[in-house]
């Protein structure tokens, strides 16, 4: 709930900053024989009874639990009589110290520092003719002059006056500047409107519009917040400005100028400015303040700049992004510095040539740390050097050679709340350190065709070098000629030749996919340590090293995103809508591996997003690449506000070829491409004509370093040795291009380079801020208590399990499989309330499953064992709350009446002990919190935009709120007083589970010899012939011919076998029966039992 609840306090935090303002004569003048106390009992508390009490009012009997919950905080309530009133002194001091006392309520309901009427127990009920927009709430007053609010505000001075505030007056140059001289600028500019960057804002920045019937509308508090929001320096928000460089690179700047001029794509437009107008001056004279106070602040030169270290190493190195625990000999780190270069790591093996990699610069630029492995015999370990002193000393000390180290990564200390001690750090990196295996590389290469024959599918995106796929099959999975296998009689590139026929010539609507054998390897997760004080460094590693994800999948390359959240790239593998996916997407989380999510790149047609890095405007570069790639492959430019990517050919996807007509049908008020390739001639896959990009670092004036090696490369070929030097690769004007459909222009030249060895890795050496605040971690207090506490960090004991709570699984169901701004979302419930269609019962989402993973171990292979955590049915908003095993995979199935899984998203969450992670939102909040990315639900181009009921929307779901009692429901599956599931997890594995059914019920009619019914479930091959018939890959049981077989009536399975008939009615299964059947095969249809730890 807090997450929706935080809608509300957002808006009105806004209001409660320090000000500086003279208090306003009050309609009705004072009162001055009543003190405030007075004045409420008096005559304030008969005001909420008559506007307020309905809705804030909660009964005696029931307000001391929600006083106890953690939600009060949060939400203005007090207690009332039987007849829904303050009719007591008992329950009249309740209610004042509930609106009147710091801390009752967050934000307070009284702020203190400005005049009366910027105070949130006034604002929030007035018209906001005269209150503006700045809090969702309904009006209860239609002017400043209704006697009943003169008498609230009366009261409200009154309180002020008798404990003002003593935080007023102070502020620096640059905040006086921005009140002054920039708010002008952003009301001449129209920026704080309700739907551009007012409160019904749907991106990063959200501004206070101020209250219109204050003079001068805003007060001292409202321009700090603003500045806060326009800076991005609130928890939460990426970074809106540059001052570690030059501040015009500044996304606050760039979005609002052409591209012509060096903008970045706006949705609102990109005529507001222009460079060197009054306007913009403006802005730029503001954040040169804001850079000098910057400086001032960390006492550090931000901006300084003293060259950049790289990787020299031979060119004959292939390293493919998740198989990369070869050694590699033959790398050393360098400094070039004012044209000269410094071999910085050749003192640190003098028994031979080292492999060194990864290396990332401290933010005052003094030290470097990196991964260095010195013999094959030897484990990769993070080692940190100083610049100008060239000490080094190793970090991390694995005793295992098969255990590694990498991708080190400097993030800010939690400890240091300022954030502006540069030299205070901590470093995270990945390691296989869990024994782990996941899958490396696909089961099958997917592509969507352009035409061809019944012999020919022509496929423009296929790369691959001729013969790469010959004697592999083909199978169809979309469009014409759907479910027809083939083999490849023969592969160029561009196309693909069959051995037989298809039934009709493929077109433009063919998705298939080539089956290949995939591989393997060592699973790594994302670590965290304290950085040693010297002479302490084993120590440390030993007493800090904390492990933060806990995913199924691979791990790579973290990078810190100006929010705060480490980024990452996590692979994901399986079946989805009858496709097999291979997802490298990027993820993010806290800093202590708390609220693990997607970030960009679900179901992306680019099979890996590698190396991460965020550039001074705010833009995201990153590397395309596919498991097959040694190399890396194409440089991407992304924005991560304009959503998911509707990609011109994604076989993944639903859609045909969306930009052959030009831009595709979408359902966003404004369309932009979510990421271009810089260099269309350079591929992700295969054979690439133009090279290939690796290792991407921005610089603080806007360009970029790169290695850049020229073409062609086949980047399959791990003999291909291409020559890698470092580039710089400058804007001319604009990375973008001014329709958003592709890239612009820019210039590069080399930084870098030599013949005989590639230069790789770049890092400038530069003096920069540390990213935004920490994000406030969200604990299930209510369930397991307060967090232990410790410097810097809290948490629980391991073991301690986490609460799930999703607010409503069927709107998260529209997006498990497509999640593009594209076509109607149907939501499977009786009536879909989107398109007014009634749903069949089959396809009706009616419970919930929380299903959990085991992670691979070395030697084995394909999916990991599924097991069931949580089943529950949904509340009828679509919500549901459970307890989960922490520190597990998990993943969602939404099951309709029969227990059958519908759809799973396939994501692979995870939880801290103790967390409370949310997911999804109430669906009424869906236009204001979701449509700007993911579109209208209905596919219409329409405005979404309004003023949601938050608060409304937030108190209801049902699954968390018992509305009579006024109080927090339980989870559906958990006793909080015994602290115990009330199910245990479980597996279901044929031997034990369905063999036991089979011989009880089945094997009468289908003995060894076959009998009549024509199905041997007497022997061992009982499960191999079962399993026939049976959807294992993507684990559906409503996909599945078996289950239509025993219900006797038709499904989703593509077709009953021929050879079998359905079940007749006097042998059907017991419904308990059928039940375990369902969830043997939504469990992937697995021989044994899983191992539940």
């Given amino acids: 709930m807090k997450m929706f609840l935080a809608i509300i306090a957002l808006t009105i935090a806004a209001l409660v900053a320090g000000q500086f303002w003279h208090a306003e004569p009050v309609p009705g003048g004072p009162t001055p024989s009543l003190t405030p106390r007075e004045l409420f009992d008096t005559q304030v508390s008969a005001v909420l009874d008559r506007h307020c009490s309905a809705c804030h009012g909660i009964p005696t009997e029931a307000y001391g639990a929600h006083a106890a919950g953690p939600e009060s905080a949060l939400l203005l309530r007090w207690p009332v009589d039987p007849s829904g009133r303050i009719s007591n002194a008992e329950l009249r001091e309740v209610a004042y110290q509930r609106c009147s006392a710091a801390g009752a309520t967050a934000p307070p309901m009284i702020d203190r520092e400005g005049p009366a009427l910027a105070s949130p127990i006034l604002i929030a009920p007035l018209s906001e003719t005269y209150a503006g927009r700045s809090v969702v709430h309904p009006p209860s007053f239609p002017s400043p002059d209704d006697p009943d609010f003169v008498v609230l505000r009366r009261w409200v001075q009154a309180e002020i006056d008798a404990a003002p505030s003593s935080q007023k007056g102070q502020r620096t140059a640059a905040e006086r500047f921005f009140g002054e001289e920039v708010v002008p600028v952003l009301t001449r500019k129209t920026c704080f409107g309700a739907n551009c960057h007012g409160a019904a804002a749907f991106n990063d920045l959200r501004l206070h519009s101020g209250v219109p019937a204050l003079e001068g509308r805003f007060t001292d508090a409202m321009h700090r917040r603003n500045r806060l929001s326009m800076l991005g320096e609130v928890t939460g ?26 903008g970045i794509l706006h949705k609102g437009g990109n005529e507001f400015l222009e460079r060197g107008d009054p306007d913009y001056d403006t802005l730029v004279r503001w954040l040169e303040l804001e850079a000098s106070e910057a400086r001032q602040r960390t006492g550090a030169p931000l901006g300084e700049e003293r060259g950049l270290v790289f990787v020299r190493r031979p060119r004959d190195t292939p390293q493919r992004y998740f198989e990369d625990d070869a050694f590699l000999a033959g790398g050393d780190l360098f400094w070039f510095h004012q044209g000269r270069e410094l071999n910085l790591t050749a003192a640190l093996h003098p028994d031979g040539p080292a492999d060194i990699r990864a290396p990332d610069v401290s933010y005052d630029a003094r030290r470097v740390v990196f991964s260095m492995r010195r013999a094959a015999s030897e484990p990769f370990d993070v080692w940190e050097l100083e610049l100008d002193t060239g000490a080094a000393r190793q970090l991390t000390f694995s005793s295992d050679p098969t255990v590694h180290f990498q991708d080190p990564q400097y993030v800010p200390d939690p400890q240091d709340a300022s954030g502006e001690q540069l030299d205070r750090v901590a470093l995270v990196m990945v390691s296989n350190r869990s024994g782990e295996w996941a899958m490396s590389s696909p089961e099958g290469i997917l592509g ?4 061809g024959d019944r012999l020919r599918i022509v496929d423009e995106q296929l790369s691959e070098k001729p013969g790469t796929y010959d004697g592999h099959m083909i199978r169809v ?22 051995d037989q026929p298809f039934h009709e010539p493929c077109d433009s609507t063919t998705h298939y996919v080539i089956e290949v054998e995939p591989r393997v390897a060592a699973s790594y997760d994302l670590y965290a340590m304290k950085m040693a004080a010297s002479g302490q460094e084993r120590e440390t590693f030993e007493r800090s090293l904390s492990r933060l994800t806990f995913g199924l999948g691979q791990i790579r390359r973290p990078s810190v995103r100006s929010s705060g959240e480490i980024m990452f790239t996590t692979l994901r593998t399986g079946w989805q809508s009858e496709r097999p996916f291979y997802n490298g997407a990027i993820f993010r989380t806290f800093h202590n591996g708390a609220n693990y999510h997607t970030h960009y790149g679900n179901r992306s047609v680019v099979p890996i997003l590698s190396d991460d890095r965020e550039l001074p405007n705010g833009l995201q570069v990153r590397v395309g690449r596919d498991a097959d790639s040694y190399w890396g492959g194409a440089l991407i430019i992304s924005d991560h ?16 070829h969306p930009f052959a007509g030009g831009l595709p049908e979408n359902s966003l008020h404004q369309f932009f491409r979510g990421w271009i390739a810089l260099d269309e001639r350079v591929m992700t896959h ?15 004036d806007g360009s970029l370093l790169v290695a850049r090696a020229p073409g ?123 398109c ?13 499953r929380v299903i959990g993973a085991k992670p691979l171990r070395e030697g084995q292979s394909g999916p990991p064992g599924r097991y069931v955590i949580a089943e529950v049915p949904l509340e009828e908003d679509g919500s549901f709350n459970v307890v989960i095993p922490s520190e597990v995979s998990f993943d969602l199935q939404s099951l309709n009446a029969d227990r059958m899984a519908l759809s799973s998203p396939n994501r692979w969450l995870y939880t801290l002990p103790g967390e409370k992670h949310t997911l999804s939102i109430p669906r009424t909040l869906y236009a204001q919190t979701c449509n700007g990315c993911h579109g209208m639900l209905s596919g219409e181009k329409t405005t979404g935009f309004g003023r949601p009921d938050a608060l409304t929307s937030a108190s209801k779901t049902l699954a968390v709120w018992d509305a009579p009692a006024h109080r927090e429901r339980p989870p559906a599956n958990y006793d909080v007083g015994a602290r115990r599931y009330l199910t245990d997890p479980y597996s279901v594995g044929f031997d034990e589970d369905i063999r036991p059914i089979l011989e009880r019920r089945c094997v009468r009619c289908h003995p060894g010899s076959k009998g009549d019914a024509g199905l041997d479930l007497e022997r061992e091959g009982a499960f191999e ?30 077709e009953v076998p021929s050879d079998l008939e359905l079940h007749p009615r006097e042998a059907r299964l017991e419904p308990e029966e059928l039940r375990q059947i369902i969830r043997w095969i939504d469990l992937g249809a697995r021989r044994e039992r899983v191992m539940i730890r």
């Fill in 448 to 451: 969507e065709a352009e035409g």
């Fill in 641 to 656: 506000q304009f959503g998911p990517a509707i990609d011109p050919a994604n076989p993944s996807d639903d859609l045909d």
């Fill in 1025 to 1054: 012939a079962l399993r026939r018939f049976v959807d294992h890959r993507q684990a559906l049981a409503i996909k599945s011919s078996l289950v239509e077989i025993l219900l006797g009536r038709e499904l989703s399975a593509p």
């Fill in 712 to 834: 062609p490369v086949d980047l399959a070929d791990a003999g291909a040795a291409p020559d890698f030097d470092i580039v710089r690769l400058v804007p001319d004007p604009a990375f973008q291009s001014a329709d958003g459909l592709g890239a612009g222009t820019f210039w590069s030249e080399v930084v870098v380079g030599g013949e005989d060895s590639s230069e790789l890795w770049p890092r400038p050496v530069v003096v920069r801020a540390k990213e935004g605040p920490m994000k406030k971690l969200k604990w299930a207090t209510a369930l397991f208590g307060e967090p232990e506490t410790e410097p810097g960090r809290s948490g629980y004991p391991q073991g301690t399990p986490s609460q799930l709570l999703v607010f409503d699984l069927i709107l998260l169901d529209a997006f498990f499989e497509q999640n593009l701004p594209a076509g109607v979302r149907h939501l499977r419930e009786a009536i879909c309330t989107v």
């Fill in 237 to 262: 928000q990426t970074r809106m400005v540059h001052v570690a460089g030059d501040v015009e690179q500044s996304r606050q700047l760039l979005k609002n100028i052409p591209i012509a001029q060096g």
């Fill in 686 to 700: 295969g054979v690439s004509p133009g090279g290939a990009y690796r290792d991407p670092c921005p610089l603080p």
């Fill in 836 to 848: 007014g269609e009634p749903q069949e019962r089959d396809e009706q989402v009616r419970f919930a």
């Fill in 477 to 498: 999975v979309r469009g014409t000629n759907r479910g027809q296998t083939r083999r490849v009689e023969h592969q160029t590139v561009g196309e693909v030749v069959v």
